[in-house]
């Protein structure tokens, strides 16, 4: 799995009682390298973790080949940035199974901690049903096939879901319009770019610059929130100290921990505020 990602993706796995092998990123979007990944699969792999950041879409033709080559499985698509990000006209997930969070500040988001797992095959669907409500057998009520969990979506969140669900493509192509203004009026700053053929969906705009911490200030400092995603990647996260990672395992990824920038983007914005990032950034870089 990428080591730029939140570390939910890694829970996943360590909760499997699995050990997560993370890979470096490109530098160009973010997202998981395929060349690291073949350099990281040994005897013991089980299978690869893509994950969809910020919205744009993983290289997942490569990643498809490397898998197969070497008898893996694509586990599952990080799906939690991405609802709706299309590659060539397919909304993710791109091969068999997906998972997206609903937390609230998704692009698709509940009104407290929700998300789901979508799959095309009838057999694991129901082992994933039955798993998210303590291994039940299909149908029963006191048989159960697996020790599971609780993890059934409560029914206010899933009301509030499917309040939304139609208003969604309304709302992402509002987020593509911003992003489009943003990525023709930006100075001094790189954006990161959709992949080929991707459809990008705009969880996050980023863009990338040398002084990220002073850009950040200065944009606070006129009432404009930023985020960084990421600032600490996986392998030097403290949880994850016991994997015996170190700095300068993951160059890539630790560059772009420094410069990234999120912006403000989400389908209310109206367009004078988006004038007024774009106002504010380009300002700090006459400021230089
Ligand atoms: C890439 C990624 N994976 C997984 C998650 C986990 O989602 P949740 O907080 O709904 O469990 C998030 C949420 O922030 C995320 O951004």
Known sequence: MPVNTFIATAEAVSLTGAKPVFVDVNESDGLIDPKQVESQINSNTRGIIPVHLYGNICDMEKIAKISSRRGLEIILEDCAQAHGSELNGKRVPIGKIGSFSFYPGKSLGAIGDAGCIVCDDEELATIFKNYVDHGRKNGAKYV?????FNFRMDEIQAAIIKIKIPYL????????????VYD???????NIK???GVKHSYHLYVVRS???DELQKHLKDREISTGIHYPVPLH???AYANLGYKQGDFPVAEKLSKEV?????YPEMTAEQVSRVIEAVNEFNLKE
């Not at 159960?144 to 599971?148: A, E, I, L, Y």
């Not at 023709?184 to 790189?190: F, K």
């Open 144 to 148: 159960h096939d697996d020790v599971g």
């Open 169 to 180: 493509s309304s709302w992402l192509n509002r987020k593509r319009e911003i992003a489009s």
């Open 184 to 190: 023709q009026r930006l100075e001094g700053v790189e």
């Open 194 to 196: 959709p992949r080929e």
């Open 210 to 212: 040398h002084r990220r």
């Open 236 to 238: 030097l996260q403290p």
């Open 261 to 265: 920038l999120s912006l403000p983007i």
